[in-house]
């Protein structure tokens, strides 16, 4: 009897080991904020289910990216997650995943053809036409709410030249300052930090010493957000004297906006992307049918109500 509970145990140990699918995640990079957080949503959720997950870090190279897509395909992965390091370049990602037969979910960057993706392929992120609205139309609402609403200076941190998300960002904030209630701030200068604070701390440092006093600074992500306030800092310009706004709501910029530096963040559920990722790669392999475009909603962030996203990202 004894003997026959041993196997009856070892065989579902073992059919369990087998039922258990390989997903291979392709992420930019393991250098950048955000993508570590949507890293560990993935992870946190794969351990929830049971699912194998093989990590690769493309180092912001889309060549890598794609390579590493194809030695997923060649192990024999049962689906693909990727980040997308630049959105044209998915056209090559989608076409080799399609070809292979393997679920890919793009995460977080929406690709170039999304309207395209063939079967057992899903996109899940979140709107960016939201993201950059919110944190300008909040900085505008602050800057009128100081009296500031006669003429003031603003500059504009991109994330990077190649990524979607931080192109749309900006074209949110220039939608805004066009606006009839916000068209007091000026333009001043933009340009990318590559989405870090340090080039971010550098590129500010480098505006401040041409003779460029920000009001504002709108920038595509906390970590530039938090490089600009180092170099506002280290220049001895109050805080108190200069808006910055960001997006992610991660723990360093709330704690930021708790010391009175960063003004307003754009909470982006890393959570909720990266394990919505593998609970849809998961599903299509599977078979079950998913929707093409799943969005997680953005939410603003500030003072009012910045206790409900402490320790979210």
């Known amino acids: 009897m004894r003997k026959l509970l041993f196997a009856a145990g070892l065989f579902a140990l073992l059919a369990g080991q087998a039922s258990a699918q390989t997903v291979g995640v392709s992420l930019v990079s393991f250098d950048i904020n955000f993508q570590t957080l949507l890293r560990e949503g993935i992870q946190k959720r794969a351990t929830e289910v049971g699912a194998d997950v093989q990590f ?12 590493q897509v194809r030695n997923f395909i060649a192990s024999g992965v049962d689906a693909i997650i990727v980040t997308l390091v630049d959105t044209s370049a998915s056209q090559a990602i989608t076409a080799a995943a399609e070809e292979a037969g393997i679920p890919l979910v793009y995460v977080n960057l929406a690709p170039q053809d999304l309207s395209k993706l063939p079967e057992k392929q899903a996109y899940v ?46 074209k949110d904030v220039e939608d805004i300052v066009a606006t009839d209630m916000c068209n007091f701030i000026k333009i001043r200068e933009k340009q990318s930090s590559d989405w870090a604070r340090e080039k971010s701390l550098n590129l500010v440092t480098n505006w401040l010493s041409s003779g460029g006093v920000p009001d504002v600074i709108f920038a595509n992500n906390d ?33 930021s906006m708790k010391a009175g530096e960063l003004d307003a963040t754009v909470f982006q559920n890393a959570n909720a992307q990266g394990g919505g990722g593998l609970d849809v790669a998961l599903k299509l392999v599977k078979g079950e049918k ?16 910045i206790d409900e996203y402490v320790g979210k990202n």
């Open 56 to 67: 690769e870090d493309a180092q912001n190279d889309s060549g890598k990216q794609l390579d």
């Open 125 to 170: 992120g979140s709107d960016e036409t939201e993201s950059g609205t919110l944190s300008a139309f909040e900085a505008c609402k602050i800057l009128r709410s100081e009296g500031k609403a006669k003429g003031v200076n603003g500059y504009i941190i991109i994330g990077s030249l190649s990524h979607q998300a931080a192109l749309q960002r900006t």
């Open 223 to 255: 970590e530039s957000a938090l490089g600009a306030i180092l170099a506002l800092k280290a220049a001895n310009i109050s805080m108190k004297d200069v808006v910055v706004v960001g997006v992610d709501a991660t723990a360093d910029a709330l704690s």
């Open 290 to 305: 998913v929707d093409k475009v799943n969005y997680v909603p953005f939410e603003l962030v500030n003072l009012k109500n």
